[in-house]
Structures are given as C-alpha cells and as structure tokens.
C-alpha cells in the first residue's frame, strides 16, 4: 500500500487502511489505524448502525392528522393540524397517500388552516449555506420533523428550438416561477448547461429565477433545487394535492402545536419501516435522512423532544455498548457532512464487526453500495474480479475521500476494509485511485 500511495504521489501520512478477516482478532494490514481522520460520508455507518440497534428495522415513524371539530357532511368547521415525528421518507408519493387517505375518511372542505406542530424537533436555527455556500442544494436541506419531498422541485428545461420552456415538477402553488432563460447556438454542454438557479428572497424562497444561455444542442435538462421554507413546502404541495383530490380548503398556514397532544389523531399515516429508509440513506448517501435517524435515535433514547446532544449522545452510547470505543471520535454532523469530524479506520472496523455480529446484519449490509451495480459506487470497478462481491460506504469531501465495508475475495472468507484519505486534492479521483487499488489487492486474499 505504501508503494501504491507513493506512485499516486499521495504521503503516507495521509491514509489510514485497516483490512481484517472477519472474527479474526488482529487485522491482515494496519497503517495509521489509530490516527483520527475526516471519514466524510462513512461516517453514515455510525449512525445507521445505531439506529438500527436502537429501533429495529421494522421501526415507522408517524404524522398525525388532528381537527379542531369532526367533519360533518364532509365539512371540518376549523383548523387541520399535522403533527410530525421526523418521518426521513415523506417524499411527494407518500404525502399524497396521507392527502387521499384524509378524503376518504369523508373530509371534502377545510374551514380553516393547515395547522404545522414542528414540536417533535428542537433544533437550533442553521444556515443551509454554511458548510459550501450551497443553500439550494439538497444535500445541505437541515432536518425538519414534517420535512415534505425534500422540499425540492425539478426543473425541467426544454427547447424547441426556438424559445426555452421550464417546468417545475411539483408544481406547487405558492412558487413563483421567473423564466429568463435564452438560447445559444452550440452543443449540449457546459456547467448545468448554462442554466443558472437563484432564489430572489432567500427568506422566503418562494420566487425562483432561471437565467442564462441554454446551447440548442440540447433538447432536454434537468436540476432539482430545494425551494421554499418547509412548512410553506409542505402547504403549497398539501393544496395541490387536496385540490387535485377534489378538496376545498378555506385558510392558508401557520405553526402552532396540537391542543390536546394526547388526544387520539384523526388520522395517521405510517411511514415506511427502517429496514427500507437506511437502503437509501447509505446506498445513495443522503444526508438529510441520515440527521433525521440520528434526531430519532435521541428522542426515542432521551425523550422527546429530539435535539443533536441527545442524538450524539445516543449514538455514543450504543456504540459503547456494542464494544466500539468512542475516545477521539468526534461527530459534529450525523450524515458527515462536516469539516472537523473524526473517526480511525480501527473504530470503523469496530463498527462494521459489531454490525455483523448483530441481528440486524443482514438488513445493514444490504443497506451498502455494490460496486458495479448500484447506489454511489454503480460505477466503479466495473467490468472487475471486484464486480458485485463488495457493500462498502463511499464519502467525498473537498480534500477527503473513503471507503469502508465488507469483501468476500477469492478465498471466500469474507474481509473487513477502511480507508480514509485526507489529502490534497484527494477527492479530484487521487483518493478513489488509491482505494481501487486496494480493493483490488484486498480481492486476491
């Protein structure tokens, strides 16, 4: 390994590789195992690990629908209140299902608003922008305990070859659209394809500005931006819904909790079970669900309501527990969205030991990309020996890249793999380079 880190021209000093056979007790090869290091999104096996030893994967979460009166003849004479509990999976498809199950219990008219209790989460104010100056980006969206799809919106630009189209999917009501978009004669190219997205008040997010030279070489392109603030998300896409499904609604939307929390809701809508949501929180790395499970383990550990000590302190406490020493680990972002968080390559080996000792094994390893088939390393070692005989959690940051799962190489007896990478310019293909190397040696084991 060092002579593959020299030829990459990457120091030594900036890899940590721990490689072990499973139930062995001392690794096949340590380098810097004990440094602590940036694990970028790896560090997502952390907490998928302990939420799934703390909640089991059959665990849902719940939104609660509440009204100020019973409908009669179809008619709710006040307000409708949905209560979150942090559900990571509430995209467009699901906050449909809540919508129709709503009309089909015979609600038909709202006289009132759409009342949000966000009490389940309590959570300090964030930037979204913070970490890259992104804040459109989804994969800076904070957690929110009733966050609907994401709050995103794709945008769909088309050209018939004379005029530019745009096409927001959802498209939601209370979103203003500004199209200033024009072509330009040459091929299908270029950063977004010349498309630039802004928000006009980055407060309310509710009027989205599409400018720049869109080539005539393409006929069709697509980007998905977070849009608005999520309660106001979350209305606009429940009036679109509800008018789609036949429904009238008078009031428009405020935050305030349920009058009696402990009153039986009106209606509940379940959320799929963990076992489902960690396939797409580790095999596509979504940050944002991943926070979400970390809130969940706190408040289900220390009660509600959920806030990031108690879900740090969750976390840390069921590693412990499960024998992965937490000295010098340090988790300021759940998902590893972070700068300064700090994991070694022997405490990730823990966890993935630990992980495959637990009953849950089978439902975490399935949660991890395959190389060569899906999720984030779909392609990666295509074509190789390596091809669909890996689960391993990618991360990348600027200057950050790494790799950690399970092998079953040629002999058959499957292997434990980390390595984590805090070089310059070792997301620029430099990291990835030095990893495929070594899964490559690992597979010949």
């Not at 009490?119 to 609907?148: I, K, M, W």
């Not at 330009?184 to 980055?202: I, K, T």
């Amino acid at each position: 390994m060092a002579l593959a880190a020299k030829s990459l021209k990457l120091p030594e000093q900036a890899i940590s590789v721990w490689v072990q056979k499973l139930g062995a007790a001392a690794p096949l090869l340590a380098v810097n195992a004990d440094r602590p290091r940036n694990p970028a999104s790896v560090m997502k096996l952390v907490t998928t690990f302990a939420a799934l030893e703390r909640l089991g994967p059959a665990y849902r979460w719940r939104t609660e629908v509440h009204l100020a009166a019973e409908p009669r003849q179809g008619t709710v004479a006040g307000d409708l209140w949905l209560r979150g509990s942090g559900d990571p999976y509430l995209v467009a498809e699901e906050y449909w299902k809540l919508a129709d199950a709503l009309r089909k219990r015979g609600v038909q008219r709202i006289e009132g608003d759409l009342v949000f209790d966000t009490s389940f989460f309590e959570l300090t104010p964030e930037d979204p922008g913070a970490f890259d100056n992104q804040p459109d980006r989804v994969y800076n969206l904070p957690p929110h305990p009733l966050l609907v799809n994401f709050n995103a919106v794709r945008f769909m630009v088309q050209t018939d070859g004379q005029t530019v189209a745009v096409s927001p999917d959802p498209p939601l009501p209370n979103l203003r659209l500004e199209n200033r978009l024009r072509l330009h004669q040459g091929p299908c190219g270029g950063y977004q394809r010349g498309v630039a997205v802004a928000m006009r008040d980055p407060g309310s997010r509710d009027e989205v500005l599409l400018e720049g030279a869109f080539p005539t070489g393409c006929h069709q392109y697509e980007l998905t931006r977070t849009v608005l603030q999520p309660e106001s998300y979350a209305f606009g896409l429940f009036d679109l819904y509800w008018h789609q499904l036949g429904g009238e609604m008078t009031g428009r939307w405020r935050l305030g909790p349920v009058p009696d929390p402990a009153a039986e809701p009106f209606l509940v809508h379940w959320s799929r079970p963990l076992g489902d949501v960690i396939r797409l929180v580790n095999k596509y790395s979504n940050n944002v669900m991943t926070r979400h499970l970390a809130l969940t383990v706190g408040a289900e550990v220390f009660g509600a309501p959920a806030t990031a000590d108690k879900a740090r302190g969750a976390i840390f406490q069921t590693l412990e527990e499960r024998g992965v020493a937490t000295k010098g680990l340090l988790m300021s972002n759940s998902a590893g969205l972070s700068r300064d968080s700090r994991i070694t390559a022997r405490q990730l080996a823990a966890v993935l030991n630990a992980a495959w000792q637990s009953p849950f094994m089978p439902e975490f390893v399935s949660s991890l990309a395959i190389p060569g088939l899906d999720g984030t390393l779909r392609r990666r070692l295509q074509g190789s020996t390596a091809e669909g005989r890996m689960h391993l959690k990618t991360g990348t940051l600027d200057d950050v890249s790494a790799i950690a799962g399970y092998v079953l190489p040629r002999s058959g007896e499957r292997l434990i793999v980390v390595a984590l990478v805090n070089a310059e310019q070792a997301h620029r293909g430099l990291g990835e380079d030095f990893e495929d190397v070594l899964l490559r040696w690992v597979m010949e084991f």
